[in-house]
């Protein structure tokens, strides 16, 4: 008996005209695969679509009503994943180059000689169905996340496991374009004293007056997740570094101007923040980030904590240049336009825009001269860095 008999076979569809070539196949795999066999391309072809557990195709070229070469591009072409991806093995009785590359092109995962032997054969089809189930349970698994609720219920941000799904996709988007991506966490001082002084429950009341605090404040663009007990991470897009100091420092400031009353007693709070940023060359994870965050926040907390930390250190506010603000991401900007028209929140960031695609319109214009009106856009772009309005020209 077959060590592995309690779990089911890896189920293989063997697909020849030759009853003798199916059969010698067959011969050679049963021990470590299920089978299932048919005559021609097309009949092949209705087996894959109603047997979803097939994990791997043998096929000839050479059959009636369907070739493997027609087998192959219905493959490929199908609109359903589990058969586009089906790992598919040519063998034929022609071992010519110049069949094989056709075999190749068309979309063969690989081709072997029908005189190939058991040993070999066996080794291939295992290292292709192994392939399969990994593909099959990576599916599956961004399945499931993208059905689960991305909401945490008890804090109404985003669940950490939906943060670095999401931060991953913006961070590869920002590696693919040259782009920036910037990484927070907040930690609230002295949290296990406020547990201790007030109870449980009102540390609670205040760990979500927090995730309020920060839920407002943030960008559409912007994710933000309870990652533990008063400690918080933010995921910005198209934020650099001197973006994000900025943000860290207004957060920081409006954070020691609340007070929350429990008792007749007044409650202040104050924050420590860690920061971390995409560098241009290096190639860096999420969770990279997130740890460089974590780390600088214990050398705040370390320092007294009511920090803002970064790679040098604490950042103060006269580091910080006067007017400095988050770019605007135009993707979310022109999505926003599109479906709600030009409200007053994107009319307040059109000047915003226009500094975030500067650069580009430059581009433009020094490679087409366009007849781009540059200067006045520069324009816009001093007023909104200095805080000033611009004027109509």
Not at 205 to 216: E, P, V
Request: aromatic residues 4%.
């Amino acid at each position: 008996m077959n060590e592995d008999s309690d779990q089911a076979l890896p189920r293989v569809l063997i697909i020849d005209d030759s009853r003798m070539v199916r059969a010698s196949i067959i011969r050679h795999v049963r021990d470590r695969f299920e089978v299932r066999e048919e005559a021609d391309g097309e009949a092949g072809w209705q087996t894959l679509m109603v047997d979803p557990t097939i994990q791997a195709v043998i096929t000839d070229i050479g059959m009636p009503r369907l070739d493997g070469y027609g087998l192959l591009e219905r493959i490929r072409t199908s609109r359903i994943s589990r058969i586009n991806t089906l790992p598919v093995v040519v063998i034929s009785g022609d071992d010519e180059p110049e069949v094989r590359v056709k075999a190749k092109s068309a979309g063969a995962t690989d081709f072997i000689s029908k005189s190939i032997g058991n040993v070999e054969l066996l080794a291939r089809l295992e290292a292709l169905t192994q392939l399969a189930r990994t593909q099959r349970d990576l599916e599956e698994s961004r399945a499931a996340l993208a059905t689960a609720s991305p909401v945490d219920p008890s804090s109404g941000l985003v669940t950490p496991s939906y943060l670095h799904y999401h931060a991953a996709q913006e961070l590869s988007l920002a590696q693919r374009r040259h782009g920036d991506l910037s990484v927070m966490v907040i930690e609230i001082d002295q949290f296990d004293t406020l547990v201790a002084r007030y109870g449980a429950h009102v540390a609670q009341l205040i760990n979500r007056k927090l995730s309020k605090i920060l839920a407002t404040k943030l960008r559409q663009e912007d994710s933000v997740a309870e990652l533990a007990p008063a400690r918080f991470a933010v995921v910005s897009p198209s934020t650099n570094m001197e973006g994000a100091c900025a943000f860290a420092m207004r957060l920081r400031t409006a954070i020691d101007h609340i007070v929350m009353t429990y008792r007749e007693e007044r409650i202040r709070i104050q924050i420590t923040i860690g920061l971390a940023a995409t560098e241009p060359g290096k190639n860096q994870t999420v969770s990279h980030l997130i740890g460089l965050a974590v780390q600088r926040i214990a050398a705040g907390r370390a320092a007294g904590g009511n920090r803002v930390m970064g790679e040098q250190g604490e950042i103060t506010q006269d580091m910080v240049p006067a007017g400095t603000r988050s770019p605007v991401s135009i993707d979310q900007y022109l999505l926003q336009l599109r479906t709600a028209g030009l409200d007053p929140r994107l009319r307040k960031q059109l000047p915003d825009a226009i500094r975030t695609l500067l650069p580009l319109l430059e581009l433009i214009e020094s490679e087409f001269s366009a007849g781009l009106p540059l200067a006045t856009l520069a324009r816009v772009a001093e007023a909104v860095q200095g805080n000033a309005a611009p004027k109509n020209e």
